[in-house]
């Protein structure tokens, strides 16, 4: 069954450096999501992605956030200048085209600030 | 703000009972909700949905009830087995299709006893 992959599994970062996380979403799949979990809190949305665009983005996702499909395959989240608050597990997501379909979710990167 | 909440943060079942997973909604927009099996290290995983033109749905061992009149969503596990131990989200969309993020619920975490 294809699946969202994502890579690093585990980022570890000193603060105030940039980071890029990065995710292949599931080949068909045309939206594409970002979303973080702070460690023992739920899943948090941070930004969706359709047509080399951003859909909707929450107030998390402030300026120090961007994302990027740089070729038809990849789709990355980079994070400017971190800051410890960043720690967190982060998934990226995609869904295809269509009423009723689910977003399916890669293992996400566990992002660690020193 | 609108959210989606659950009732019970731990549920603990002896295996081969069922299990039954609440969630309650406060937003009235929803129309389409998803359960969500995460496991540790793991991303969300999908477990079944349900439109809110429907009250019932099945899947394979789970079943999804939806109460629209009380704002009330339930995942049921039937013959709860050791690999269903895990935290389940209940999750909504604004509406089924698009590019809508999905909100999530705090979590309830199911621990399957031996």
């Known amino acids: 069954e294809p699946e969202v992959t994502q890579t690093p599994s585990h980022q570890v970062t000193q603060m105030g450096q940039e980071v890029i996380l990065r995710c292949v979403p599931i080949?068909?799949?045309?939206?594409f999501y970002w979303y973080r979990q702070i460690l023992g809190q739920k899943v948090e949305f941070l930004v969706s992605?359709?047509?080399?665009?951003?859909?909707?983005k929450s107030e998390i996702f402030d300026d120090q956030f961007s994302v990027e499909r740089p070729d038809g395959s990849n789709f990355t989240l980079k994070i400017r200048s971190t800051k410890l608050e960043d720690s967190a597990m982060y998934f990226c997501?995609?869904?295809?085209?269509?009423?009723?379909?689910?977003?399916?979710f890669g293992d996400g990167t566990r992002l660690s600030i020193l | 703000g609108e959210s989606v909440g659950l009732h019970l943060p731990t549920l603990s079942v002896q295996e081969g009972d069922n299990s039954i997973i609440n969630c309650a909604y406060s937003?009235?927009?929803?129309?389409?909700f998803i359960w969500y099996k995460q496991e540790s290290g793991k991303g969300p995983q999908f477990i079944i949905d349900?439109?809110?033109?429907?009250d019932k749905r099945q899947g394979q061992r789970v079943t999804v009830l939806l109460n629209k009149t009380v704002k009330h969503l339930s995942l049921q596990i039937a013959a709860t087995q050791p690999g269903d131990s895990a935290v389940y989200f209940c999750?909504?969309?604004?509406?089924?299709?698009?590019?809508?993020?999905?909100?999530f619920g705090t979590g309830t975490k199911l621990q399957v006893i031996p």
């Open positions: 997501a995609s869904t295809g085209q269509g009423s009723g379909q689910p977003q399916h």
């Open positions: 080949s068909n799949h045309l939206y």
């Open positions: 992605f359709y047509n080399n665009e951003i859909s909707e």
């Open positions: 937003n009235s927009a929803s129309d389409y």
């Open positions: 349900i439109r809110s033109n429907m």
């Open positions: 999750a909504e969309k604004g509406n089924s299709g698009g590019y809508q993020k999905v909100t």
